[in-house]
């Protein structure tokens, strides 16, 4: 468990949200704010991170996590290099950590990574010197989804203590679930999960989280929904029958929601799979925020940037004035 | 060799004729000649000064990896069997899960070829269980064993066919030898530590306690249909010391081992994606590591086996998924057990050396284990009392392998004489 430390406390990496304070993850998100404001402008660039190289490195596909991550560094001015799997060395059998040193070697000040093994950020952070930010490692941890997630609860109902969150769906394989039950923990919130068992994953609980068998007890309970997507395989490889009975048996629709005593917020990480964890009317109406978090993804990922490039939270609202 | 040797001054401590006290140990021709006090050794015999040392027989360790053939660049039969002897080891019993697998009389011959040329610990080898460790076909084992195989297994695999297992464990009562059985659930396996909530945490698929007791379970009812000799690698889980409890009560022909780091290590190790605890089977919980420990007190484990399992630096530095498993152990074994067990007063020294050789010598039928008069001349001396830090630059083994290095252990080997014969001493 989180000790609550009030000061705000970023180490050199952002590798997961375990073990960060409120403070800190409160810093974060605080720092996000400011940068909101650049994406609505005509010109979306200020020169926070002039001169900063930041290498994209990808060995798993992705497409809204890197997008995001690059418009992220662009905007803040940063020189940006995408690496993936595919067109690397990684193929002719380079280990991760000399295809990191060989990056380091041209200098750079920051990567990005997403890779499919649990740890490999970290193994990276543990090894180089630059700043490495997790976009994803394996099923452990996807911190600025979290983040990102976190401030577009705030946003919408204006506080994160307190409030309870239920992460439904796959959670064995969500790196994003825990991502933000360990956030959501240490800010003061509630948190439970909701799928199949067979896709819950074993002393879930010991970390202070509760499961619900049904769909309609989750909906009953939560303040917040944070719908995961359900891959495909999960059915080929034996966890789930079938998709059409996850939809009738834990799909959140319409009718279900309805019900809810509240008006229960819908969150996605994208990208969904309508008509089997979520139904359209439900993606796209008017308790979902789907798309803010899109959007607050962006604001979110600059805040990291700056925050582990040295800037400190609170600064930010003049650096961006400072130069442009 | 040729010369008497008379180990002077030492306290013997000899578990299989219930002996602990100071007491002279004449060994003559590789055999032990007489224990006694005030031995007046014949004019020529060579003294070695055992006062403040226990003297005590050789320890035996039935599951080793030495890796050769096909994986020299970790271990190799001479490098394994000089780590064993450092750790206090007159005889190992190597797994033939090497490349290619030991399935052959050709390869057994040649693994004790190699052994004896290595001058180091006495080395046995095991037999694969089944043609290239596939699980089809059962191996010539009558051929293995007249090539001097003392055991089969396909170990690094279960023997994962019911049927397979049925037939092995009838076959192998003609000739007197123990199926040595990986247990682990290959429908349940495909994780890569203790499923559990630290797995939880940290991302990594987990590998459940049922995995291992449901195939000990089953092994345990073909023992029931079949009377042979299973003998139950690696003990992790509660759950099989449970059924393996039921197997005694009923006075099966069953067996079994826990490494020394099921005896104290948990899933713990793995935070941070600690790849030197990536070991199969997994670290588990505390409350497996008690439940292991109680039933090596209480004999329902019967004996300490290594599982030594050398891997490059290269091979351990990778991310945790892709990491092999195994733990180096034949140098820590004794300190790590002195450590966990006599340390903390839960078990005798006498107790320890029990079923680190005498208990692996009297389940597996070996004539050494014991410092009686006739037997092999294979003696440890040590001094239990030595404090010593693990530095795994300082081992004999090709490897390093250890996620406890920089620990503080208790029990250090000086002396290892295999037949008479000092072959270790330490500077």
Request: aromatic letters at 2%; one cysteine or more.
């Given at each position: 468990m989180n000790q609550a430390r009030p000061e705000f406390e970023l180490g050199k990496?952002?590798?997961?949200?375990?073990?960060?304070?409120g403070a800190t993850i409160t810093g974060i998100l605080d720092t996000a704010e400011p940068f909101k404001e650049i994406s609505e402008r005509?010109?979306?660039?200020?020169?926070?991170?002039?001169g900063k190289t930041i290498v994209n490195l990808f060995f798993e596909p992705s497409t809204r996590t890197r997008i995001s991550f690059e418009f992220a560094e662009k905007r803040l001015g940063a020189d940006t290099v995408n690496i993936s799997s595919s067109g690397s060395s990684v193929v002719k059998g380079e280990t991760l950590v000399d295809t990191a040193r060989n990056l380091e070697a041209m200098r750079i000040d920051m990567v990005v990574i997403r890779h499919s093994s649990s740890g490999a950020a970290s193994f990276l952070a543990d090894r180089i010197p630059s700043n490495v930010i997790n976009a994803g490692d394996g099923q452990h941890e996807h911190p600025t989804q979290a983040l990102l997630d976190m401030l577009t609860i705030r946003d919408r109902l204006?506080?994160?203590?307190g409030l309870k969150v239920c992460i439904v769906g796959d959670?064995?394989?969500?790196r994003v679930a825990r991502s933000n039950i360990f956030g959501l923990q240490a800010l003061g919130a509630e948190v439970a999960v909701c799928g199949p068992r067979s896709l819950i994953p074993r002393g879930?609980?010991?970390?202070?989280v509760e499961s619900f068998n049904h769909i309609e007890d989750a909906i009953e309970w939560a303040d917040a929904l944070n719908i995961l997507r359900l891959q495909l395989e999960r059915m080929s490889t034996g966890f789930i029958p079938s998709l059409r009975e996850y939809n009738r048996v834990f799909g959140v629709t319409r009718a279900r929601l309805a019900r809810a005593p509240r008006d229960t917020v819908i969150l996605h990480p994208g990208p969904i799979n309508r008509g089997v964890e979520i139904d359209s009317a439900v993606a796209d109406?008017?308790?979902?925020v789907i798309l803010p978090q899109v959007t607050n993804g962006v604001a979110v990922r600059m805040a990291v940037l700056y925050l582990l490039a040295g800037g400190v939270p609170g600064g930010a609202e003049a650096a961006k004035q400072e130069i442009s | 060799m040729n010369r008497p040797l008379l180990l002077r001054g030492g306290r013997v401590v000899d578990p299989s004729q219930d002996l602990d006290g100071p007491a002279d140990v004449l060994v003559r021709g590789g055999k032990i000649e007489a224990v006694g006090s005030d031995i007046a050794g014949p004019d020529d015999a060579e003294v070695l000064d055992a006062s403040g040392q226990v003297v005590a027989p050789g320890l035996i360790d039935v599951h080793v990896h030495l890796r050769e053939p096909g994986g020299e660049h970790k271990e190799t039969i001479h490098t394994g069997s000089h780590a064993a002897l450092a750790g206090g080891f007159t005889t190992v019993w190597a797994m033939p899960n090497t490349d290619p697998p030991i399935d052959d009389p050709a390869a057994v011959g040649y693994l004790r070829l190699a052994a004896r040329a290595a001058r180091g610990t006495q080395v046995m080898p095991i037999g694969a269980a089944s043609i290239g460790q596939k699980g089809e076909r059962m191996t010539e084992i009558g051929e293995l064993v007249k090539a001097g195989a003392v055991a089969v297994s396909d170990d690094g695999a279960p023997v994962w066919d019911t049927g397979l297992m049925r037939r092995l464990l009838e076959y192998t009562q003609t000739f007197g030898i123990p199926v040595l059985q990986h247990a682990e659930d290959m429908a349940l396996?495909?994780?890569?530590?203790?499923?559990?909530v630290v797995a939880t945490a940290l991302g990594l698929r987990g590998l459940p306690n049922a995995a291992e007791s449901c195939i000990v379970a089953r092994d345990i009812q073909l023992v029931e249909l079949t009377g042979g000799h299973l003998h139950v690698c690696h003990v992790s889980a509660r759950q099989s010391v449970e059924q393996l409890g039921m197997a005694k009560e009923k006075g099966l022909t069953v067996t079994s081992e826990v490494t020394p780091h099921h005896l104290i290590l948990t899933?713990?190790?793995?935070?941070?994606?600690?790849?030197?605890?990536?070991?199969n089977p997994p670290l588990r919980t505390e409350d497996d590591v008690e439940a292991v420990t109680q039933a090596l007190l209480d004999g329902v484990i019967d004996i300490i086996a290594t599982d030594h399992a050398p891997h490059t630096y290269e091979e351990k530095e990778q991310e945790f998924d892709y990491a092999p498993f195994g733990i180096n152990g034949l140098e820590t074994a004794f300190g790590l057990c002195m450590r966990a067990l006599v340390q903390p007063g839960r078990l005798s020294l006498s107790g320890l050396i029990d079923r680190m050789s005498c208990n692996p010598a009297r389940i597996m039928g070996l004539d050494s284990g014991t410092l009686r008069?006739?037997?092999?001349?294979d003696i440890v001396v040590l001094d239990p009392g030595e404090q010593w830090t693990v530095d795994?630059?300082?081992?004999?083994?090709r490897s390093r392998n250890?996620?406890?290095?920089g620990w503080e252990l208790i029990g250090r080997v000086n002396h290892t004489l295999v037949a008479g014969e000092i072959r270790f001493e330490r500077n």
């Open positions: 990496d952002l590798v997961g949200l375990e073990g960060l304070s005509a010109i979306k660039k200020v020169p926070v991170l002039r204006g506080r994160i203590e959670i064995v394989h969500s879930i609980e010991e970390l202070g109406g008017p308790q979902s | 396996a495909g994780g890569v530590m203790n499923e559990g899933d713990e190790m793995c935070r941070g994606y600690n790849t030197e605890a990536k070991v008069p006739g037997a092999p001349a795994p630059a300082d081992f004999r083994s250890t996620p406890i290095a």
